[in-house]
């Protein structure tokens, strides 16, 4: 009889959104790839206790404590199993908060949720085994705040992930110089107003520039000049990205300056490189560690901007295709299927065979006392196409599990039946308000 695999649970503050893809379900696939069978679910899911009953390691990816979390903290703590705690954005600070870039834009209630919800992450740092972050600036952070090891687990390539940029195509010569710039969300803004004025310049000196954005961006006046040549893309399925970063010729990423972007990962580099599609970057660490500069891509010093770089290489398309090329070749050295899949499953034997960290119950009581108490019965994450060779090493559902899934999906259902409801009653309201202004004016 073969012996069991390691098992890995992943208790997610996020239930759907390109971190917990790239933080867990990725983090899932490599790891089962070497045989190590895993299972995600919501950190205030009810039964995660149980799921904790035949873990060997616990991952409590950007959670901020609650009581069930805490149980199941405590139940690992009772088995003599580790506990890890996993970011990827400085937001687990409330200290640090400040720097984030978007908060003016948030409302008082939502900086104040941000804040409470950093606060219990930080409580979540002492009574860990282990931390890890997405970039060097993170982890230094994290071993401000606590004495567990921290490293660094980077972002990169799963075979999915190399498989849908396999399979892209390059777009035919047309005599356009397409730029690209892609917001994974709506807190981009600063970031891009730091070369939007350089890229409509470039624009307005070379008429064969256009400029594609996907993704929610707020622009400035400065592109209206050339706004015919600007092309807006809406947020696509992720395996369909590589293809809109392969129809590109030069992706952008810029950085404004601040601890919190410091800390941002390089994977505008990765996936562009993926596809042989070449990178103008900020000159931030991560990506100062992934790039070699005026190689595998360019990094732009804050003090010497954007303008004469883009104008040196939109006039230059041999050199183009030539780091396009040779960001492929280094992304796969670096950040491949095989090399992300070596460092999480060295991670995880190394943390399971380590000494714990000596954590009394006291610190958990403490933690306990401030905690909140879910009201619900914790989310449905977002699924993940896992290949179908590693689909089976899933852990088997705790009890009680299945009927849960049911209830979510019920709730997700009234939910949207409510949401077509609200929806159709605005524009009821609508129709009748203009209904009534044409009665009124004639």
């Not at 004495?147 to 799963?158: E, F, K, Y």
């Not at 807006?232 to 030069?250: E, F, G, K, N, T």
């Not at 190689?295 to 939109?314: H, K």
């Amino acid at each position: 009889m073969s012996p069991s695999p390691t098992r890995v649970v992943f208790a997610t503050g996020r239930i759907a959104s390109n971190t917990l893809r790239y933080r867990v379900r990725m983090a899932e696939e490599l790891l089962r790839s070497r045989g190590i069978a895993t299972v995600a679910v919501h950190s205030e899911d009810p039964l995660l206790t149980s799921w904790v009953e035949s873990a060997d390691l616990l991952v409590v990816y950007r959670a901020p404590a609650n009581r069930r979390l805490l149980a199941a903290v405590d139940k690992a703590r009772q088995r003599g199993i580790p506990v890890t705690f996993d970011v990827d954005d400085l937001v687990f600070l409330p200290s640090m908060l400040e720097h984030v870039p978007f908060l003016e834009k948030l409302s008082a209630r939502q900086r104040q949720d941000m804040a409470d919800e950093a606060r219990l992450q930080e409580l979540m740092l002492g009574l860990v085994d282990a931390c890890t972050g997405a970039t060097t600036p993170l982890v230094e952070v994290l071993r401000t705040v606590t004495d567990a090891p921290c490293q660094v687990l980077p972002n990169g390539l799963t075979r999915l992930g190399a498989g849908n940029a396999a399979a892209t195509r390059r777009r035919a010569d047309d005599g356009r110089l397409r730029l690209g710039y892609f917001a994974g969300s709506a807190t981009h803004d600063e970031d891009w107003s730091m070369v939007e004025a350089d890229v409509a310049d470039l624009m307005r000196r070379h008429d064969f520039v256009d400029l594609v954005i996907v993704g929610p961006l707020r622009t400035g006046p400065a592109l209206e000049p050339v706004g015919d040549r600007v092309a807006r893309r809406r947020p696509v399925p992720w395996p369909a990205l590589p293809q809109l970063i392969a129809d590109v010729d030069l992706n952008l990423a810029p950085l404004a300056g601040s601890p919190f972007t410091e800390g941002k990962s390089a994977l505008k580099w990765v996936e562009a490189a993926a596809v042989g599609t070449p990178t103008v970057a900020s000159d931030t660490v991560p990506f100062r560690e992934a790039i070699v500069d005026g190689v595998t891509g360019l990094l732009v010093d804050p003090d010497s901007g954007w303008a004469s770089i883009l104008d040196d290489l939109v006039l230059d398309a041999g050199r183009l295709r030539d780091i396009g090329s040779a960001a492929r070749v280094a992304v796969l050295d670096q950040f491949g299927p095989e090399v992300q899949a070596d460092r999480y499953e060295s991670f995880v034997r190394r943390t399971i065979t380590s000494p714990r960290m000596q954590i009394g119950p006291e610190a958990l009581q403490r933690v306990r006392q401030v905690a909140p108490r879910p009201g619900g019965i914790g989310a449905a994450l977002e699924p993940y196409p896992f290949p179908d060779d590693v689909s089976g090493l899933t852990i088997p559902a705790a009890s009680g599990a299945a009927a849960l899934d049911r209830l979510r999906v019920l709730g997700r259902r009234q939910r949207a039946r409510a949401s077509r409801i609200a929806t159709s009653g605005r524009r009821l309201r609508s129709r009748a308000a203009r209904a009534a202004r044409f009665r009124r004016d004639t």
